[in-house]
């Protein structure tokens, strides 16, 4: 019988974690909704994050592992989904606008995947390094040095793995400064591809063990790498 921690959430029985006895992998999608990601982008990345989940679902060794947040920012942010097994995920509907204030949200978004991991530890569950994603078409508003400051320490330390995904007209500099090397840029606004690569990746995560290296996935064919040092 699956392990599950319940906790009550409006009037169902939403489980916080799935096979606590199992190890559980955190990833957190940071996604920018400023008003330049109106109208194609927006309508794509909503039908992306939709068919990713129930993609995912499909593979129950995956399912039963991956934990899901959502984080939105444009001129604020807005925690679209907290975290949840993948298949409590709720159906995601963005709405572009604002601009792109980012810092405060990437340390949200930090702050987040923290707290989950501790939550593992809490639970008993030993947790694969967390990831944050972070979808963007421009440069920040806002100073993002003392953010970039955080990343750094938290890669050196081994404790996250923070990857880009530049969209027309991204500034690469910036995403380079947050993600490193880890900075990939989408050809088009098919966002389908790069979540089937995230399914993928995710699931090459939940069969090696924590600290383990997994088996890198190849990138699919409208996402290149934005530098020849990836990974």
């Known amino acids: 019988?699956?392990?599950?921690?319940?906790?009550?959430?409006?009037?169902?029985?939403?489980?916080?974690?799935?096979?606590?006895?199992?190890?559980?992998?955190?990833?957190?999608?940071?996604?920018?909704?400023?008003?330049?990601?109106?109208?194609?982008?927006?309508?794509?990345?909503?039908?992306?994050?939709?068919?990713?989940?129930?993609?995912?679902?499909?593979?129950?060794?995956?399912?039963?592992?991956?934990?899901?947040?959502?984080?939105?920012?444009?001129?604020?942010?807005?925690?679209?989904?907290?975290?949840?097994?993948?298949?409590?995920?709720?159906?995601?509907?963005?709405?572009?606008?604002?601009?792109?204030?980012?810092?405060?949200?990437?340390?949200?978004?930090?702050?987040?995947?923290?707290?989950?991991?501790?939550?593992?530890r809490r639970s008993g569950t030993e947790p694969y390094k967390p990831w944050i994603i972070m979808i963007s078409d421009g440069a920040p508003q806002d100073d993002i040095t003392e953010i970039v400051k955080v990343i750094q320490d938290m890669e050196e330390n081994e404790k996250l793995k923070f990857f880009s995904l530049g969209v027309e007209g991204y500034d690469s500099q910036t995403l380079h400064r947050l993600s490193g090397p880890k900075v990939m840029k989408l050809k088009g606004y098919d966002f389908s591809s790069f979540f089937d690569w995230v399914n993928k990746s995710m699931r090459s995560v939940s069969v090696s063990s924590p600290g383990e290296k997994p088996k890198g996935v190849p990138l699919p064919e409208n996402v290149d790498k934005d530098t020849d040092d990836w990974m």
């Open 1 to 120: 019988m699956e392990e599950e921690m319940m906790q009550r959430s409006f009037n169902e029985d939403i489980p916080t974690i799935v096979n606590a006895s199992e190890p559980h992998m955190a990833c957190l999608l940071l996604l920018d909704t400023s008003g330049s990601m109106g109208g194609e982008p927006i309508r794509e990345l909503n039908e992306g994050l939709n068919k990713f989940k129930l993609d995912v679902c499909e593979d129950k060794t995956t399912r039963d592992v991956l934990d899901i947040a959502i984080v939105e920012f444009n001129s604020g942010l807005n925690v679209v989904q907290e975290f949840v097994p993948i298949e409590y995920m709720e159906p995601v509907n963005l709405e572009a606008r604002g601009g792109t204030n980012m810092s405060p949200a990437i340390q949200k978004a930090i702050d987040m995947v923290n707290e989950r991991s501790r939550f593992y």
